[in-house]
T-cell receptor
Framework: DQQVKQNSPSLSVQEGRISILNCDYTNSMFDYFLWYKKYPAEGPTFLISISSIKDKNEDGRFTVFLNKSAKHLSLHIVPSQPGDSAVYFC???????????FGTGTRLKVLA | NAGVTQTPKFQVLKTGQSMTLQCAQDMNHEYMSWYRQDPGMGLRLIHYSVGAGITDQGEVPNGYNVSRSTTEDFPLRLLSAAPSQTSVYFCASILPGNTEAFFGQGTRLTVV
C-alpha cells in the first residue's frame, strides 16, 4: 500500500510561470518531508525539506507547503526555468527511523 | 570529497547468478540505505542500516541481503538474480538528525 502518493505523473509549465507539484501521505507518524529532483542517469539530489512543526519552508525559488490535517504537501517553483525540467520525488519519514519512503515521482517539463 | 560511490554503473546478469552491488561513502554517515527505481513505482526502500553491524528491512527486501561491517560500506547482495530484479539501484547515506539523504549515481542492473 503506497504510503506516499504523487498522483500526477507529469506536468508541463511555461517558463516563468509557477509549477505546483503535489504529494499526499497516509501515515500519520510521518513528521519530516523532503523533495528530491532527479535528472536522467543521475542519482536524486536534495531540494528542500520541511518538518511537521512548520507549515511552510522557502529556499529561493522553491517553497514547500505542509497541510498536516489533510496529509498533503506541495512544492511551488516560481519562476519556473527550463533547467527545472526533471522528475521530482517527495519523501517522508518518521522521527528517528531514517526510513525515507518515496512517492512515485512527477515529471516536470518547463517549456521555453 | 567523493560522497556516495556505487559500483558497477551497469551490469547484465543471467537468471540465477549472484552478484554484489557495492556502495561506499566517505562522509562518515551512520545511516545508509538501498533503493530500487522502477517505472511508475518511484523509489522503493530495500534495506537500510543505522550503523555498523545493524541492518533492517525496507519495503521490498525479498531476494536481497545486506551487511554493514564498516561505517563506510554497505554492499547489496543478490543471491539468485531474477528478471523481476531488473531495475536501477541507488544507495544513499544520511546524516543523523533526520536530514537529507545523499544518493549515489546508481547501478543499472538487467537480469536476462
Amino acid at each position: 500500500d503506497q504510503q506516499v502518493k504523487q498522483n500526477s505523473p507529469s506536468l508541463s509549465v511555461q517558463e516563468g510561470r509557477i509549477s505546483i507539484l503535489n504529494c499526499d501521505y497516509t501515515n500519520s507518524m510521518f513528521d519530516y518531508f523532503l523533495w528530491y529532483k532527479k535528472y536522467p542517469a543521475e542519482g536524486p539530489t536534495f531540494l528542500i525539506s520541511i518538518s511537521s512543526i512548520k507549515d511552510k519552508n522557502e529556499d529561493g525559488r522553491f517553497t514547500v507547503f505542509l497541510n498536516k490535517s489533510a496529509k498533503h504537501l506541495s512544492l511551488h517553483i516560481v519562476p519556473s526555468q527550463p533547467g527545472d525540467s526533471a522528475v521530482y520525488f517527495c519523501a517522508a519519514s518518521a522521527s528517528g527511523t531514517y526510513k525515507y519512503i518515496f512517492g512515485t515521482g512527477t515529471r516536470l517539463k518547463v517549456l521555453a | 570529497n567523493a560522497g556516495v560511490t556505487q559500483t558497477p554503473k551497469f551490469q547484465v546478469l543471467k537468471t540465477g547468478q549472484s552478484m554484489t552491488l557495492q556502495c561506499a561513502q566517505d562522509m562518515n554517515h551512520e545511516y545508509m540505505s538501498w533503493y530500487r527505481q522502477d517505472p511508475g513505482m518511484g523509489l522503493r526502500l530495500i534495506h537500510y542500516s543505522v550503523g555498523a553491524g545493524i541492518t533492517d528491512q525496507g519495503e521490498v527486501p525479498n531476494g536481497y541481503n545486506v551487511s554493514r561491517s564498516t561505517t563506510e560500506d554497505f554492499p547489496l547482495r543478490l543471491l539468485s538474480a531474477a528478471p523481476s530484479q531488473t531495475s536501477v539501484y541507488f544507495c544513499a547515506s544520511i546524516l543523523p538528525g533526520n536530514t537529507e539523504a545523499f544518493f549515489g549515481q546508481g547501478t543499472r542492473l538487467t537480469v536476462v
